[in-house]
């Protein structure tokens, strides 16, 4: 082995590339516990190093995810698919600190993701649903019991945010006011069950945000929920039956020609111009009525002149 030859270490549960240099040593980790198998790590890859293996279904089931794999030849540890990929699978370090260079050197934006907590909301009430119901077992708090084992008291109550994927179910099913999340990602969903083969649930098994639910007779899709990541149509069996286009980012202000590049893979263009259409629709429609609704009025203002 050579300082600056790549190596790379497969495990089960762990895919790991180390780069030893003479002043810097990179290490990129991939999750495949975490991992959705959504491919945006392998879309948004400028050296074409990642990709996905296939999904194995069975009676309607994933049986096994789409696994991510990386060229340790290709892999220019740049660090793209660290700052992209929506459930934090993918890690990276240089010398032992934990360092994103794409972030560091400003060449990608970081993703704006609010995650707050409301202490006094959430220790005024004994409802702790929001810590089970968490897709990413994110949340935890000190929970008080009587010796019923029923709740009496609940403080400290924290979000991993490095488990934590701005789903918003915390926000929207816990107590009100208790959280605030805002997601980074823009898009839309539609799904058109119709095409689902029968028993069907490869997309609901994917949902790392469990937008996707499966009730036995068929799937449906919450969109508060929704990340836009793509996962369910990585494994859908039929063509169609799930679009999830990301539309845009929340994000810091960049200009980088890398990150114009990234967008141009990630985010639908069609679905971007459509969304601008719409509100230049909008727009027009809102300026026309301005205009017209004060012919329409009275000398009095009170009432159309005619």
Aim: aromatic share 4%.
């Amino acid at each position: 082995m050579t300082r600056g030859t790549t190596i790379k270490y497969e495990a089960a549960e762990r895919l790991t590339l180390l780069r030893p240099m003479v002043t810097r040593r990179y290490e990129l980790t991939v999750d495949h516990e975490a991992c959705c198998g959504c491919a945006t790590c392998a879309k948004v890859c400028p050296r074409e190093a990642i990709t996905l293996s296939e999904a194995v279904l069975e009676a309607g089931h994933v049986t096994a995810k789409p696994q991510v794999d990386i060229d340790p030849a290709k892999c220019s540890f740049c660090g793209e698919c660290v700052a992209l990929c929506p459930t934090h699978a993918l890690g990276m370090t240089v010398n032992g600190e934990v360092e994103v260079p794409v972030l560091k050197g400003e060449a990608f934006p970081y993703l704006r993701k609010k995650v707050s907590v409301n202490q006094d909301v959430l220790s005024a009430t004994t409802e702790i649903g929001y810590i089970t119901n968490c897709p990413r077992g994110a949340i935890s708090a000190d929970v008080r019991r009587d010796a019923a084992g029923e709740v009496t008291g609940v403080s400290n109550v924290v979000i991993d945010r490095g488990l934590c994927v701005n789903c918003t179910h915390c926000m929207e099913e816990g107590p009100r006011g208790g959280f605030t999340i805002s997601k980074p990602y823009r898009g839309r969903v539609s799904l058109d069950v119709s095409l689902c083969p029968e028993g069907c649930q490869a997309c609901a098994d994917v949902c790392p945000s469990r937008a996707i639910t499966y009730d036995g007779t068929r799937v449906s899709i919450d969109e508060r929920f929704c990340l836009y990541c793509g996962a369910c149509e990585q494994v859908c069996p039929a063509e169609g039956a799930v679009r999830t286009p990301r539309t845009g980012f929340l994000h810091t202000p960049i200009e980088s020609g890398a990150w114009r590049d990234a967008l141009e893979k990630l985010v639908s263009l069609q679905e971007v111009v459509h969304e601008y259409d719409v509100k230049s629709q909008q727009k027009r429609r809102d300026a026309v009525l301005k205009r017209l609704l004060p012919e329409m009025a009275g000398s009095d203002g009170t009432g159309p002149s005619l």
